[in-house]
């Protein structure tokens, strides 16, 4: 079982990036897939999730600017990020939340929550 994230870069305080995470998961269509960054210096934070439905969630910080989506027939989960700030730079990890919790709120922005994660994906934007 692996989850492959890419997309990766470094742009400009205003551009856009889209992140790409591959998985090679049985369960794809079940799971609830999210992503995750961390800052230089800081912990890792919960970006955005998406439930084998379709729902969404995203960190306060970056709605209206990050979307995130899922392509099951794939296994593919993306993440577009647009109108991207410095404080956005950070290591992006792509992870999946498997099983019987997968399909509950509580927790979706826990990263012990999600049992399969992928390298990361470093994005950086400058000012």
């Known amino acids: 079982v692996q989850l492959q994230a890419s997309g990766g870069g470094v742009v400009q305080a205003g551009d856009s990036l889209r992140l790409s995470c591959a998985a090679s998961?049985?369960?794809?269509?079940?799971?609830?897939m999210g992503w995750f960054r961390r800052a230089p210096g800081k912990q890792r934070e919960f970006v955005a999730a998406?439930?084998?439905?379709?729902?969404?969630y995203y960190l306060d910080s970056v709605k209206n600017r990050f979307i995130i989506s899922r392509d099951n027939a794939k296994n593919t989960a993306d993440l577009q990020m647009n109108n991207l700030k410095p404080e956005d730079t950070a290591v992006y990890y792509c992870?999946?939340?498997?099983?019987?919790?997968?399909?509950?709120?509580?927790?979706?922005?826990?990263?012990?929550?999600?049992?399969?994660w992928g390298e990361g994906t470093l994005v950086t934007v400058s000012s």
């Open positions: 992870a999946a939340r498997i099983g019987s919790r997968s399909s509950y709120f509580t927790g979706v922005k826990d990263a012990s929550e999600y049992g399969l």
């Open positions: 998406i439930w084998s439905g379709g729902g969404t």
């Open positions: 998961l049985s369960t794809f269509g079940t799971s609830t």
